[in-house]
C-alpha cells in the first residue's frame, strides 16, 4: 500500500490533482447542507481544504499557486463575457444611482476596514482577509493575494484564513441587513409589490397602448414622432378606427383614435404617453384575434454572419412587413431600434403574419442545436489579453508602489469589452447560460481548493491566538455599510424594498443573498439591480483589496 501513500502524501502532479479533486467533491456534497433557505454554496470547497491541508494532505505550493490563479481568471472572464452586453447601459439613467449605492458601500467598507486597524493595532494585510470575507468577495481576496506575491514574493497564509473566518457571517449578515430595513421602513411585501407593479425603479422595457389624441401628431409620421421624442421606441403594431391592425412603418401617418402598441424604455414611458395621446387599456385577445391575423413569436439569432450587424441592415420590416419589439440579450431586455446591433444569442420578439414570420426565422436561423457548438476563441483570446492588461503597473499619487489590476481585474474589464464591442469586429462571444456556469463554477471550485489547501496549516493557530475578533470585525464590515446605503436608497432616491435587497446583494456580489431575495420578492427587480451593479463593483473591489494590500506594504 506504499504506493498509495506516495499518492496522497508526494509533491507531484498526481497527488495535486487527486487532492484538488478530492476537495472540490467533497465540498459539494456538503452544499447540500443548508440553513433554513441559506446555503454556503461552493464556499463549502474552501472549508474542506482548509481541513484536509490542516491534517497534512496538501499539494505543491507552485501548482497550487496556478490553480488557484487560472481558476481565479475562469471565474471572473466567464461573469465579465456575459454581463458585457448590458454592462455599459446599466450605467445609464436609473442604472446610475444603483452603481453609486453599490460605491458608497465598498467606500464604506474599506474605511471601516481601515479603521478597525487603526483603532485595534490588526494587522492590515489581516484586515483585507476579513473584508474579503466579510463581504463576501473571492476575486478581491485572489487579488490581494496576487499583489503581496509580486511585492514581497509570497503570500500571508492568514489572508485566507480571516478570510474563512469571516465568510459565513458575511452571509448572514447581508440577510440580517435586509430584515433590519424592512423593519425599519415597516415594509409589507405584498404592498410593496402592488407600488412596484405600477412603476418599478429600474430601467426596463414596457409595452403600452396608445391612442391617438394629440392634435400635435395628427397626420404625421412615426418616423417624424420619433425625431420629436428622441427616445428609443418601437411601434409594434397598430388598430386603426375600423378596429382593423397593420403593421407600422416608420412612414406609417397618425390618425386621431389610432390605437398603438408601443415599446419603450420604462424611463420614456410617460414621455411618450404625453406625446401621442392617452393611455388606454386592450385586452390580449383582441390584440392577437384570429382576425388581426398577426402572431408574435420569438426567434433566436444563430447565424455567425449576422454577428454584429445593425437591424436596419437586415430590412426586415420593408421586406417582410414584420417588426422587431424587442432584443433579449443577457436577460435584459432592450428596444429594437434600427441601431441596436444584433448578437449570437440574442432572442429577438417579433410580430407579423405567420407566412413571414417563418422567412424571418429562416434569415435569423432560429437553430438552437447551433448554439451547443463552443466557441473557444473569444474566451481564450479574451484571457491572453486579460493577463496582459492586468500585468500593466499603474501608478497612482501617493502610492509607493504601482497598482495593477492583476489576474482578475485585467481579464474581468476585457470580458466586459469583448462581451460588449466583440460582435462589431464579428467575434463571436456567444456561450450558452450552461456552458458559462460550467466554466465559473469549475474556475471558482479550483480557485477555492487551492486557496483552502494553502491555508489550512496556520488556520486554526490564527483563530487560536485571537482570530475569533476576526468574526466580529467582519459582522461590523457587513452589516454597517449596507444599512447605511439601504437607509439612504429608501428614504432619499425612493427604491422599491426589492431592488434594495438586489442592490445589497450585488454590491457583496453575493449568490446566496440574492436567492434569499428572490425568495422574498414577487418580481425580478432585485435581479435586475444586483446585475446592475455586479460588474462595476466586483471591479471596485478587486482595486480596493490592491490598495489596501499596498499601504499594508509601504
Known amino acids: 500500500m506504499e504506493w498509495l501513500t506516495n499518492l496522497f502524501f508526494s509533491s507531484g502532479i498526481a497527488n495535486a490533482v487527486l487532492i484538488v479533486s478530492l476537495t472540490i467533491a467533497l465540498g459539494l456534497l456538503l452544499n447540500r447542507i443548508r440553513f433554513g433557505s441559506i446555503s454556503l454554496g461552493v464556499t463549502w ?30 471565474f471572473v472572464y466567464s461573469i465579465g463575457l456575459q454581463v458585457g452586453p448590458g454592462f455599459f447601459s446599466s450605467l445609464k439613467e436609473g442604472g446610475l444611482r444603483f452603481n453609486i449605492l453599490a460605491g458608497v458601500i465598498v467606500l464604506l467598507g474599506c474605511i471601516i476596514t481601515y479603521s478597525i486597524h487603526a483603532v485595534t493595532g490588526e494587522d492590515l494585510t489581516t484586515m483585507v482577509g476579513v473584508m474579503s470575507g466579510a463581504v463576501t468577495n473571492t476575486p478581491g481576496l485572489g487579488a490581494a493575494q496576487q499583489t503581496m506575491s509580486d511585492i514581497i514574493g509570497e503570500t500571508d497564509n492568514t489572508l485566507a484564513s480571516a478570510y474563512a473566518v469571516a ?34 425603479n429600474t430601467p426596463h422595457t414596457v409595452r403600452i397602448d396608445l391612442r391617438v389624441t394629440n392634435k400635435a401628431v395628427f397626420g404625421k409620421s412615426i418616423r417624424d414622432v420619433g425625431r420629436i421624442a428622441r427616445s428609443k421606441f418601437v411601434v409594434a403594431r397598430m388598430m386603426c378606427g375600423d378596429m382593423s391592425q397593420k403593421i407600422a412603418s416608420g412612414d406609417t401617418v397618425l390618425h386621431e383614435n389610432d390605437i398603438l402598441r408601443v415599446v419603450v424604455g420604462s424611463q420614456d ?3 411618450m404617453q404625453s406625446l401621442i395621446g392617452e393611455r388606454v387599456h386592450i385586452d390580449e385577445s383582441q390584440w392577437h384575434s384570429s382576425a388581426s391575423n398577426l402572431e408574435k413569436r420569438r426567434i433566436v439569432v444563430t447565424k455567425p454572419q449576422l454577428n454584429g450587424k445593425h437591424i436596419s441592415d437586415l430590412h426586415i420590416r420593408e421586406n417582410y412587413n414584420v417588426t422587431i419589439t424587442r432584443v433579449v440579450r443577457a436577460g435584459i431586455e432592450l428596444v429594437a431600434t434600427y441601431e441596436l446591433r444584433l448578437q449570437m444569442g440574442d432572442v429577438v420578439v417579433v410580430i407579423g403574419r405567420k407566412n413571414d414570420l417563418d422567412q424571418v426565422a429562416a434569415i435569423l436561423g432560429n437553430s438552437v442545436k447551433r448554439l451547443d457548438h463552443p466557441n473557444l476563441l473569444p474566451i481564450f483570446i479574451g484571457i491572453f489579453l486579460g493577463v496582459v492588461l492586468g500585468s500593466i503597473p499603474i501608478m497612482f499619487p501617493g502610492v509607493p508602489q504601482p497598482v495593477k489590476l492583476g489576474l482578475a481585474g485585467g481579464p474581468l474589464i476585457v470580458a466586459i469589452l469583448v462581451g460588449r464591442y466583440g460582435p462589431r469586429y464579428k467575434l463571436v462571444t456567444f456561450t450558452t447560460n450552461s456552458a458559462n456556469m460550467m466554466i465559473r463554477e469549475i474556475g471558482i471550485s479550483l480557485f477555492l481548493a487551492a486557496v483552502g489547501l494553502g491555508a489550512g496549516e496556520s488556520f486554526v493557530s490564527s483563530v487560536v491566538n485571537g482570530g475569533y475578533w476576526w468574526v466580529l470585525y467582519g459582522a461590523v464590515i457587513t452589516v454597517l455599510p449596507l444599512l447605511i446605503a439601504g437607509i439612504i436608497a429608501r428614504k432619499l432616491f425612493k427604491l ?18 440574492l436567492a434569499y431575495a428572490n425568495t422574498v420578492a414577487t418580481n425580478d427587480n432585485a435581479s435586475v439591480a444586483y446585475a446592475t451593479v455586479y460588474p462595476l463593483t466586483m471591479f471596485m473591489r478587486i482595486f480596493a483589496a490592491q490598495i489596501l494590500v499596498l499601504i499594508a506594504l509601504s
Not at 496 to 513: C, E, H, N, R, V
Open 167 to 200: 465568510y459565513p457571517l458575511g452571509v448572514l449578515g447581508i440577510i440580517f441587513a435586509m430584515l433590519v430595513i424592512r423593519w425599519v421602513f415597516r415594509i409589507k411585501v405584498d404592498r410593496e409589490a402592488a407600488v412596484t407593479e405600477r412603476g418599478g
Open 45 to 74: 470547497v474552501l472549508f474542506v481544504g482548509i481541513v484536509l491541508s490542516h491534517f497534512g494532505f496538501g499539494i505543491d505550493s507552485r501548482i497550487c499557486d496556478f490553480v488557484r490563479e487560472f481558476g481565479l481568471i475562469l
Open 269 to 271: 414611458e410617460e414621455l
Open 496 to 513: 422599491d424594498y426589492f431592488s434594495i435587497m438586489g442592490l445589497l446583494s450585488g454590491s457583496m456580489t453575493d449568490p446566496p443573498a
